[in-house]
């Protein structure tokens, strides 16, 4: 029996070429109308441009019934349908593969390469706390979250500047982000050499400002860039000062030391060099055109600066209805805190907020509220929040109080699991090789497994993907635990897992819990990419 990970990838990429040569053409149900009787779908007007009147030749449809290969879900049934050609799977098989297997479904389905390299660069941080912006605040949530999704996918992160100021260190552990600290700066002295030889000619002996050496031409620089780099053709020269510098100081320091434990293919090289690295710049858009120009000053003055850098650019934060409000990201998280101290004083009564015991609850739930909406939406697109207190309801669904509650939920079902088996109301549980999972019949169970659970790891892989030539970010994994949350939350309240205790009715309840077993695995990974610990109650 084959025993390599089931993939959603895997099978739609057997499923096109099981078609013959051309462009893809099969699509994967989500829709739960349309999973009751399909799980992927050819539409009949794709299939109208590969073949003549959209009728597939009877020997391919017999290739899809059979198909199999590594990775490729078991085929049940294709069969041509009004909207197209059907292919439903063999449900039970994916459902004992997966859920004999549920550790393999919370990792990423292609590890990085061993060595590879990112330096992550978030500039907002050189900021005080009460000082830093709610667009610069996206930054650095943007920038955790990176940095989580590439070392869960096996590559090397750096991440710069290392904060000094112990405010803004105390504001990141509030937040839970986790960001180095250091308590001295990189030595300029040899950038600022470099700078001088540059700048000896073009000062033309007036006297500067204390703190600023010059100005260097970077239109010629610009140009040799070409315009597929990005940067604005506005860009003629820059003010070269003594910040600027030690900004450049910290980050080529970051870039040739690497620390020995940072990477098992870098143990014990100090000096690693620019090769294979990537530098991940994350900046708002107020901040861009002047990253632009440390960028490019670093080319200027650094023969083996890195080649390969991103500008990660994070759209504006605007308040929803109070456009001339400017709020700092402090007071931000305290307002958020305020709301989630009172919704919980309104459902469980008295002022929770004075007991230690919810003290820590509170901060993660106000935390996650941040997160989601900072992080639901692409980075850089442009980001409206809504201040109403409905954004940190358990009611609401699109929420990260919404899914920090069904985890939560989930968390109450196994401990009740426990308690009642320890009373000797239930059996203890069976070997997974033991359960029959033909029992899982329920459409919310396929519903599960089939949007949440086998697509989790090809998801995880999309949001570690730099590409130096795209524009943006894949950030996924908000929207994709709401959607989860929602789907556990319908099934939950309509099914009763911890039935009667007989004997007859402990098969069901054990190949369901098995289930939510998986599902609790996935949301448990999927909040670690944010910083964010299982809640056990709320």
């Given at each position: 029996?084959?025993?390599?990970?089931?993939?959603v990838?895997?099978?739609?990429?057997?499923?096109?070429?099981?078609?013959?040569?051309?462009?893809?053409?099969?699509?994967k149900?989500?829709r739960?109308?349309?999973?009751?009787?399909?799980?992927?779908?050819?539409?009949?007007?794709?299939?109208?441009?590969?073949?003549?009147?959209?009728?597939?030749?009877?020997?391919?449809?017999?290739a899809?019934?059979?198909?199999?290969?590594?990775g490729v879900?078991?085929?049940?049934?294709?069969?041509p349908?009004?909207?197209?050609?059907?292919?439903?799977?063999?449900?039970?098989?994916?459902?004992?593969?997966?859920?004999?297997?549920?550790?393999?479904?919370?990792?990423?389905?292609?590890?990085?390469?061993?060595?590879?390299?990112?330096?992550?660069?978030?500039?907002?941080?050189?900021?005080?706390?009460?000082?830093?912006?709610?667009?610069?605040?996206?930054?650095?949530?943007?920038?955790?979250?990176?940095?989580?999704a590439?070392?869960?996918?096996?590559?090397?992160?750096r991440?710069?500047?290392?904060?000094?100021?112990?405010?803004?260190?105390?504001?990141?552990?509030?937040?839970?982000?986790?960001?180095?600290?250091?308590?001295e700066?990189?030595?300029?002295?040899?950038?600022?050499?470099?700078?001088?030889?540059?700048?000896?000619?073009?000062?033309?002996?007036?006297?500067?400002?204390?703190?600023?050496l010059?100005?260097?031409?970077?239109?010629?620089?610009?140009?040799?860039?070409?315009?597929?780099?990005?940067?604005?053709?506005n860009?003629?020269?820059?003010?070269?000062t003594?910040d600027?510098l030690?900004?450049?100081?910290?980050?080529?320091?970051?870039?040739w030391?690497?620390p020995?434990?940072?990477?098992?293919?870098?143990?014990?090289?100090?000096?690693t060099?620019?090769?294979?690295?990537?530098?991940?710049h994350?900046v708002?858009?107020?901040?861009?055109?002047?990253?632009?120009?440390?960028?490019?000053?670093?080319?200027?003055?650094?023969?083996?600066?890195?080649?390969?850098?991103?500008?990660?650019?994070?759209?504006?934060?605007?308040?929803?209805?109070?456009?001339?409000?400017?709020?700092?990201?402090?007071?931000?998280?305290?307002?958020?805190?305020?709301?989630?101290?009172?919704?919980?004083?309104?459902?469980?009564?008295?002022?929770?907020?004075?007991?230690?015991?919810?003290?820590?609850?509170?901060?993660?739930?106000?935390?996650?509220?941040?997160?989601?909406?900072?992080?639901?939406?692409?980075?850089?697109?442009?980001?409206?929040?809504?201040l109403?207190?409905s954004?940190?309801?358990?009611?609401?669904?699109?929420?990260?109080?919404?899914?920090?509650?069904?985890?939560?939920?989930?968390?109450t079902?196994?401990e009740s699991y426990k308690?009642?088996?320890?009373?000797?109301?239930y059996?203890?549980?069976?070997?997974?090789?033991?359960?029959?999972f033909?029992?899982l019949?329920?459409?919310?169970?396929?519903?599960?497994?089939?949007?949440?659970i086998?697509?989790?790891?090809?998801?995880?892989?999309?949001?570690?993907?730099?590409?130096?030539?795209?524009?943006?970010?894949?950030?996924?994994?908000?929207?994709?635990?709401?959607?989860?949350?929602?789907?556990?939350?319908?099934?939950?309240?309509?099914?009763?897992?911890?039935?009667e205790?007989?004997?007859?009715?402990?098969?069901?309840?054990?190949?369901?819990?098995?289930?939510?077993?998986?599902?609790?695995?996935?949301?448990?990974?999927?909040?670690?990419?944010?910083?964010?610990?299982?809640?056990?109650?709320?």
């Amino acid at each position: 029996m084959a025993t390599r990970r089931l993939g959603v990838g895997e099978t739609l990429g057997a499923l096109n070429a099981a078609l013959g040569p051309g462009g893809p053409v099969w699509i994967k149900e989500t829709r739960t109308r349309h999973l009751r009787s399909r799980d992927f779908l050819a539409p009949h007007r794709a299939l109208q441009a590969r073949f003549d009147d959209g009728q597939v030749p009877e020997h391919l449809l017999h290739a899809l019934a059979c198909l199999q290969g590594p990775g490729v879900a078991p085929v049940l049934r294709c069969a041509p349908t009004p909207a197209g050609l059907s292919l439903q799977l063999q449900r039970s098989a994916v459902f004992e593969r997966v859920l004999s297997a549920v550790a393999a479904y919370a990792t990423p389905a292609s590890p990085a390469s061993l060595g590879q390299r990112v330096l992550l660069h978030c500039p907002a941080l050189r900021s005080s706390p009460c000082a830093l912006r709610l667009s610069q605040l996206r930054t650095v949530l943007v920038a955790d979250h990176l940095a989580r999704a590439l070392r869960a996918h096996g590559v090397c992160v750096r991440l710069v500047p290392a904060v000094r100021d112990p405010h803004m260190l105390t504001f990141l552990q509030q937040l839970r982000v986790d960001w180095p600290a250091a308590s001295e700066r990189a030595s300029s002295h040899t950038l600022r050499s470099h700078a001088l030889e540059e700048l000896t000619s073009a000062n033309d002996g007036r006297t500067l400002s204390p703190g600023i050496l010059g100005r260097l031409c970077l239109k010629e620089l610009v140009e040799e860039q070409g315009r597929t780099a990005g940067y604005d053709p506005n860009l003629d020269n820059c003010l070269v000062t003594e910040d600027l510098l030690s900004v450049l100081a910290e980050l080529q320091e970051a870039l040739w030391h690497w620390p020995e434990d940072s990477h098992p293919g870098l143990a014990g090289a100090s000096d690693t060099g620019t090769g294979g690295c990537l530098v991940v710049h994350v900046v708002s858009c107020e901040e861009e055109f002047q990253q632009q120009k440390l960028d490019l000053l670093w080319q200027k003055l650094v023969d083996k600066a890195p080649l390969r850098q991103k500008h990660l650019i994070c759209g504006p934060v605007k308040v929803a209805g109070a456009p001339g409000t400017l709020m700092t990201a402090p007071e931000y998280y305290e307002f958020r805190h305020t709301q989630v101290c009172k919704a919980s004083a309104l459902k469980h009564g008295g002022d929770l907020a004075q007991d230690p015991a919810w003290t820590e609850i509170f901060g993660v739930l106000s935390v996650a509220t941040i997160k989601f909406e900072m992080l639901s939406t692409a980075p850089q697109s442009q980001l409206f929040l809504a201040l109403a207190d409905s954004s940190i309801s358990t009611k609401g669904t699109k929420s990260g109080t919404f899914v920090m509650y069904n985890c939560a939920r989930l968390a109450t079902l196994f401990e009740s699991y426990k308690c009642s088996m320890e009373q000797g109301l239930y059996p203890t549980f069976p070997p997974v090789s033991s359960l029959d999972f033909s029992l899982l019949h329920d459409e919310g169970e396929w519903l599960l497994l089939f949007n949440s659970i086998l697509p989790f790891p090809d998801l995880l892989s999309r949001t570690a993907v730099l590409d130096c030539t795209a524009p943006g970010l894949h950030i996924a994994i908000c929207k994709f635990l709401v959607q989860l949350s929602m789907d556990f939350s319908s099934y939950y309240n309509r099914v009763h897992i911890l039935g009667e205790p007989r004997p007859h009715l402990f098969g069901q309840m054990f190949v369901r819990l098995q289930l939510l077993r998986a599902v609790r695995e996935v949301l448990h990974t999927g909040l670690a990419m944010l910083g964010l610990p299982p809640l056990s109650h709320i």
